[in-house]
């Protein structure tokens, strides 16, 4: 089966005139996943002419701003929708304590429920699970518990004893933020497509191990390891305009490169 990412936020903290901070949408069986929400993600959606009734799950990295600021706008959008289907949102538990009260005040009277799921971004453990799509969670390294995100497109085969076995046909992993950390190599290992995050160039590597991100070659490195099918990059510096720079530094180490940038589609 086709799966699909869709690029709503590609850039780091600061926004840029090119960039917003990371967003993604992650189609599998056709269900429709977003990774992280920062600020914008609703518009994008918007622009792209992605109907958020189509949302069905929602997966918090961390909570720095720049993956979660555009929950609250998102989440009131829904209720003035008329949504009815509860919203899952898997993340940190300190992100129901966040949001509650600004949902409360702004969108009290939404009829539709939002589950929160605390996850245990340290914990590598399968946090989602249907009949054609499974979650696990990437403990990452970074200056707040983060955690990354596996998803396996599988179906179930039944076993001559009657029970049933799992086969999986596709992987994606989302890993960002994260320095450079080998210890996730064996859990994204021989994944279709890894989206790694490349904040910075080697040139800037102090500054990256410093602020715990990671440089375009080490996402490369990553990939080459885990021997992924493709890496996607994205989580650009505001201080790098050129985003073709870190596409042609992670190609030095790793062939199957995509740069990613706003609104781009990529089949996964
Ligand atoms: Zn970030
Ligand atoms: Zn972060």
Redesign the pocket.
Known sequence: MKGKVTILGCGSAKPTKTTSPSSQLVELCDKMFMVDCGEGAQLMMQRLGVHTSRLYNIFIS?L?AD?CFGLAGLLCTLGMLKRTQPMHIYAHPDLEKLLQPILDYHCGDRLYEIVFHPINPRKHEVIFEDRTVSVETIPLK??VP?CGFLFKETHRVKREDGTFERVTHKRYAYCA?TMYSEKIVPLIEGVDTLYHEATFLESMSDRSREVKHSTARQAAVIAAKANAGQLIIGHYSARVEDHSLFASEAREVFPHVIAAEEKMVIEI
């Open positions: 961390h720095h993956h970074h200056g983060t933020d």
